[in-house]
């Protein structure tokens, strides 16, 4: 030891870089696939709106797709410059998924630069869609491998260590490891649903600002119908990862569900503070953990009892985990809620306090995403690789992160700004009533089919 | 050829290919600073813009790729580097930061400033100044090992005059190479009044760069005796570079073959930059690490070469759709096109 003040500091700025790189790179994974929904959709109806829909998302999209770049390239240079002797030991082991994120990146980078670059360039709009596929499959890719590289941080596999020395390497198992189908399937469907609600959030914002136009009220129904779809797909796969937990990592589960004694039939703890040892104000739901954690109300459940105290995570990750749950919970019903009214006529879907909710929707889901990542990487404490090495083992011996970690606040706070105030000049400079006027297209839809 | 072999030469492939598109990019926005500053702005810059607006991100991926195979196929390298290179490399990221995203705020976004303009020219000069002492560390003397692990002598490395001379021959290097790029596009865009800048400019920091570069090998002599005596060995490579140089500068003095001139540059420094990387071998960092000793296991190398020949296979064809789009396409360079999202 000896070399705790790096190690904090490389730990804070680690989670600074993630957490504001998140933000940018589920955007960047969810807002192709919604840009090419809306694209195809104005094709098939023969409808401009969604056509301008997708041009001005895509135009968006730049502004954020370049802050994700530049902050990825940060995170990947982070983790060498961080974390040597972590990415040491396992660049032998999982560097291949990391390296083939680079191919998906470099492929995602050629084609968003030819179908910005080409728009009304080919008379037929379905020509210039199929340019945005790379474009879509790119991004999904460079969460898939950068989110196996993480799965196998939690669950390490494809290699043997026989006194000291890593042998009997597989890259391929490595990659194929017990957290990553989980993983990667949470990961992909939570940008989608987050990208969905921050788009529909956009929508609601403007018809509260005084437009009225159709072209905001068909971005919502489209976007709020793609988030509730992939909002109930969120909880279906949380409701595996949870399980995968109980198989694999049984001390994150039990530190995130405060379950300090192994039992059968064990209940969920649901809220609540905790006050030394002891959970107050909690709701218990009986059975409910052991349904959650092998679909058995009699299951026996592992708790904190069986680990030593040096290999539990902090016990705050349950705050983390209910944020996270009630978030996905609470878009589930509110997006419910619009489809429901929407088919239903209900006259409140269209008032102020309904569509406030909505524009809370976009923030909110973000949180939901920084709080889930939180979660998983604290609740893999103290280990950075499970088992094999603890996080203070791993960090730089520099005495210089501090410092680093100044300058590097300084810049996301640049980027953040700089991002939010171009993005809201673009789209304000630029009204869609302007710019329907401009391309002469009012006569599109005026309804939208429920 | 051994798979170590394999691995290195693929990644300084791709630093050549860095070297080459990230020197036409920070060239660019230093000259558009440039003429800016001196009331010429309108003759750079839509021939500038034209350029950078569809390939501005790809240019950052050849440097992705090139840190994440490095760990890759050296994964010892992180070690070494990760921790003697915080500093540099966190000041080369910020940059490079503030470069990129300010890029796109501006050309897609509408921020136009001023000011906006002169940082991201001179952030063109401080990132290869930054990258580039890398370099100079590599050839070794100013990391130390002590109990904790490598530590960076900085009052070493910044009153080394070598470090100096490799950061004044990455400037002159890429505003050269950049000049003589955009000469050809300038041309190729058929505007007469910014092919005339460019050509100057190209031929002003020709001699310098050449210079530059010859010093650097008079200091490695002093510096790093074996390295140098292994770039003796190799003296025909550079003699064929200054070749290559002289008829760059001798086809763009009689206003002829631009793009032929171009391609003569690259020549030149494909192999100035090789020979440089051959009398290197096998040192990643003097005295410390060699490709041998901080090469990963077998199974990850070829697993690494697979993914790289398919992902090239996919690449190859995407890079050439992107240069028939743009920057071959007399169309879209010539500004009767402008198809923008």
């Avoid at chain 1, 949180?367 to 791993?394: S, Y």
């Avoid at chain 2, 490399?89 to 976004?109: H, N, P």
Wanted: hydrophobic share 55%; with cysteine.
């Amino acid at each position: 030891m000896g070399n705790e003040e790096a190690v904090f500091f490389s730990r804070v700025l680690t989670e600074l870089t993630l957490s504001f790189h998140i933000i940018y790179a589920t955007i960047g994974v969810g807002i192709p696939l919604m840009i090419m929904i809306a694209q195809w959709v104005g094709i098939k109806k023969n409808d401009e709106h969604y056509i301008l829909l997708a041009r001005r998302w895509a135009r968006g999209f730049v502004i954020t797709v370049a802050v994700g770049v530049v902050t990825g390239t940060a995170i990947g240079l982070q983790l060498s410059l961080l974390w040597p002797n972590f990415m040491e030991l396992v660049g032998h082991i999982i560097a291949l998924p990391l390296f083939m994120e680079v191919f998906a990146f470099f492929f995602e980078a050629i084609f968003l630069g030819i179908y910005l670059y080409t728009w009304d360039r080919f008379e037929d709009q379905r020509k210039h869609l199929l340019l945005l596929i790379p474009v879509a499959l790119g991004a999904s890719f460079s969460a898939v491998f950068i989110t196996i590289v993480n799965s196998f941080m939690n669950t390490p596999q494809g290699f043997d260590i026989v006194d000291g020395q890593i042998v009997n390497i597989s890259p391929v198992l490595a990659m194929f490891n017990p957290a990553m189908p989980t993983k990667v399937a949470h990961v992909l469907v939570t940008a989608y649903m987050a990208s969905a609600f921050v788009l529909a959030a956009i929508g609601a914002f403007r018809l509260l600002k005084g437009s009225n136009h159709i072209y905001h009220k068909k971005a919502v129904f489209l976007t709020m119908k793609l988030g509730l779809i992939f909002a109930i797909s969120t909880a279906l796969i949380g409701d595996f990862a949870g399980k995968f937990l109980a198989e694999y990592q049984p001390e994150k589960l039990a530190a995130a569900e405060w379950h300090f004694e192994t039992e059968e039939g064990a209940p969920l703890v649901l809220y609540g503070v905790l006050d030394e040892e002891e959970v107050k104000h909690a709701i218990r739901i009986p059975y409910a953990l052991s349904i959650l954690a092998y679909s058995n109300p009699f299951a026996e459940v592992t708790g904190l009892d069986q680990f030593a105290d040096e290999d539990i995570p902090p016990l705050y990750i349950h705050y983390l985990f209910d944020a996270m749950v009630t978030i996905g919970m609470a878009m589930i019903g509110l997006s419910f809620i619009y489809l429901i009214g929407i088919w239903r006529k209900w006259t409140f879907i269209e008032t102020n306090w309904f569509r406030w909710l909505i524009v809370l929707g976009g923030p909110i889901s973000l949180i939901g995403i920084e709080v889930g990542w939180w979660f998983t990487e604290v609740g893999r404490q103290p280990w950075i690789l499970r088992g094999i090495m603890r996080t203070h083992d791993a960090a730089t011996t520099s005495g210089q992160v501090d410092k680093m970690l100044i300058l590097f606040a300084c810049l996301y706070l640049v980027l953040g700004v700089g991002s939010a105030v171009v993005l809201s000049r673009m789209f304000k400079k630029n009204t869609v009533e302007q710019e329907l006027a401009d391309r002469k297209i009012e006569k599109a839809g005026d309804s939208f089919d429920t | 050829m051994t798979l170590e072999i394999v691995g290195i030469f693929v990644l300084w492939l791709f630093l050549f290919g860095y070297v080459i598109v990230a020197s036409i990019d920070f060239g660019a926005g230093f000259f558009n600073a440039f003429s800016l500053f001196r009331g010429k702005q309108h003759i750079l810059n839509s021939v500038i813009q034209r350029y950078l607006s569809p390939v501005w991100e790809v240019t950052n991926v050849f440097l992705v790729f090139f840190f994440v195979g490095i760990v890759g196929f050296f994964p010892k390298s992180a070690y070494y580097y990760g921790t003697t290179l915080l500093v540099p490399v966190s000041i080369a990221i910020v940059l490079l930061a503030i470069r990129g995203s300010y890029y796109a705020f501006t050309t897609y976004g509408g921020l136009k400033d001023k000011r906006y303009t002169y940082l991201y020219g001179l952030t063109g000069l401080f990132i290869p100044a930054s990258l580039s002492i890398i370099l100079t560390i590599s050839e070794g003397g100013f990391v130390s090992m002590n109990d904790k692990g490598p530590v960076l002598d900085y009052w070493a490395l910044f009153t080394s005059p070598l470090t100096w001379s490799i950061v004044v021959l990455s400037l002159t290097a890429v505003l050269y190479i950049s000049a003589v790029f955009l000469t050809w596009y300038a041309n190729y865009a058929k505007d007469e009044a910014a092919t005339n800048l460019l050509r100057k400019y190209a031929l002003i920091w020709s001699v310098p760069s050449i210079i530059t570069a010859t010093g650097i090998i008079v200091e490695l002599r002093f510096h790093n005796l074996e390295h140098f005596t292994r770039i003796m060995d190799l003296w025909w490579m550079f003699a064929l570079s200054v070749l290559f140089f002289a008829g760059t500068v001798f086809l763009l003095w009689k206003r002829r073959a631009y793009g032929f001139a171009f391609l003569l540059v690259c020549g030149q420094y494909y192999l100035a930059f090789f020979a440089y990387g051959i009398s290197h071998y096998p040192y990643l960092l003097y005295p410390y690490l060699t490709i041998y000793d901080s090469f990963t296991n077998e199974a990850m190398a070829l697993s690494l070469i697979i993914v790289f020949i398919a992902g090239l296979g996919l690449l190859l064809p995407s890079l050439y759709l992107l240069l028939r789009l743009f920057l071959f396409n007399k169309d879209y360079v010539q500004g009767k096109r402008d198809n923008h999202a």
